[in-house]
């Protein structure tokens, strides 16, 4: 069980999340204003919001399903406050060091900062700026890294290695110690994230070669690193955290989901334990498909990417939504917000998987790559999957720390956020189809339909918005509670 | 039906049954009274197989409309040489170095490339990522490859519409990057 501490350091956490989330989603909406025309807006300052949002968004929910898993992993194993507060203040130190380098350094090369681009900003910022952005992800994969480390060793403490991966599952029907899906999910997830947050510090240590270890750093006058080993590291990394972060959110779903609705709680069987162990190792090679339009890529790895991108979605549908569907057929259950997100959330994340399987396809990529479609399959696992289960834990999570439960379903405000966030990445995918590419700051004018599709994009990020508000501040109420003087 | 038309069709087929099966999920979940899933483990073999053929079928299909085999066994009728810069594109028909000394511009200022036939651009890029997105006269996004530096992309396409092809950026090159355009002929 939690303790105190523990509870405060989670609410603490998830405060910050959210007030990141926030504080992201304006920026999101100011962007899609932008691009409609509505409210034009300097490419420069665009870029600048579209890097922090990027960077800013992928980090806050990362840490938010990293953090859930942990709340939960207390109910098998010893987790420690220390551990979640020295990664909040690392996590603080490296979110101020990002910051200062876009808003107040200007810089603005992208979240995937694809080499050499921050070092040829062409009067667009310093090279102080770049190695400050630059640092502010070596720290935040640092203190990650030992984060990550840190939970694993939590596990080991109880489950041996093979444990820990349910091998024992494979081969015995009934195993002595079972290993419950939560910890599977967690441990697999994390080693993903252990490997992708390796990769991220090396890396970032290339970049350093060139550019100086020292916040200020240096021009760099001739970029000698080679961009598509470059490119590769740095889609292995983003490509990867993002996907990690998804399984450890459906971990939380796992865990909770049976005993939200009275149900018996889900077990661990053979298929779940090879499920699991095959879906990271297929996540860690689909990341390929990000390269399809370099032709000097090695054929086979773009063959790789596009048979690793099917076979990774083999295992999702197979094990954890025939695994959800038993749970919850015909059986009575009982629905409360949280469970409902945690539904909405699995259908997000499964049409944003159908839309990335279409563009993981090397011939409809030809004409999909770096449109809009990008953008939209991947705020649809996001926005309508990653951060519901997340946020349903929250939910959850923001009674769970006085010990009671809200059995309500808060229809309406979940409503605005479906009709919001469905409408919104809608309107990306008909952009998308229709050839209008991402990260444009405007749009030439005889892309007629893209202004149309950017307009109505923002009034539903806006929709979506006022249902999240409505969530979002009675749970910021209830962390705040952790943190007065508790009754026992 | 247009590439683009049926790609979106698809999508919105494929998401309107999954929704159908959440939301059907939803209703057996509410009713009272009811059966659970019976026969978990042969659905489970069931869809396996489902989409294991599925994936097969697919990756027959679409794996050889790679761009990789496309146009290999042909001979190019004209060859486009691309540099991309921030933020725009240098092409010739000759061959030329990436500080551009040497560079001769196409006769009239304008790459002119013959209908029908096949030809190819070699694109790379002097300073950092750029795309070389070919868009069609009604801005449909025709064809695509990458400029990266040091290497050379070489992208084979037949156009067989004549008209004016626009270039536009697909990868993200600092604050100019929407504004990076080019354009070429077929005739
Ligand atoms: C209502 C909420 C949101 C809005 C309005 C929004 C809006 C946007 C917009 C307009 C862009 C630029 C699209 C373009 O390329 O033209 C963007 C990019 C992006 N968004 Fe969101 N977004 C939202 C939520 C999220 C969430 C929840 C995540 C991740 C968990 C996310 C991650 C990203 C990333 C990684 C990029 C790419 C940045 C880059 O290209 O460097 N967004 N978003
Ligand atoms: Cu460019």
Redesign the interface.
Known sequence: MPTLAFKRITSLWIIVVLVLFLSAISMGILMRFAQGSVSPMD??KF?VLMTTHGVTMIGAWAAASILACNYLMARYVKVSTGLNLFALIGTGVGVALLWTSTFSGNF???W?F?Y??PF???G?WQAAAANQFLWGLMLLSIVWLIWCLGMVWQILQKYSLPQAFAWQHLSKKEPAVETPPLILITMVSLVGMIVCFITAIILLAMFFSESGWGLSGKPVLE?KL???LM?NLTFFFGHTVANEALYLGLAVVYELLPEL?GRPKLHTSW?VSLGWNCAVLFILTAFFHHLY????QP?GF??VG??AS??A??PS???T??S???V??????R?SLPSLMF??G??GW??GG??AL?DA????N??????LWVPAHFHTYNLMGNVLFALGFFCWVADDFRGTVDPRKHGLKLVLMIIGGFGFVLMF??GG???V????????A??THAQLFATMGAWFALVYSLGLLLVVLNVLKKCFLVFLPQRS | MSPHTFILTLFLILAAIGAAFFIHLYRVSCSTEGPGLKKVGAKRLFTLVLLLAVFLILLSVTLPKSPYYRFTDVVPEKTVHVTAMQYTYMMSYDAFKPDMSDYKPPEGGVITLPAGKPVEFRVTSADVNHGFAIYNDKFELVTQTQAMPHYVNRLRWQFDKPGTYTLLCLEFCSSGHPAMRGMFTVK
Do not use: C
């Not at chain 1, 919850?328 to 259950?333: D, E, S, T």
């Open positions: 490419p420069a870029y603005h090369a992208g995937t694809l050499p681009l040829k900003a062409g667009g970029a080679d961009p598509l490119k609705g298929y339009m370099d032709f000097v054929q773009q063959i596009q048979v099917y076979l979605s083999v549908v197979v094990v939504l025939i959800l569907a038993a919850l057929y015909g059986r009575g259950f629905w539904l909405v699995a259908a499964i049409i159908i839309g279409i396809t090397i011939s409809n030809i004409i999909l790559h770096n449109t995918y008909l189809a229709y050839s590419p991402r990260r444009f700051a405007f749009y030439p005889e892309l």
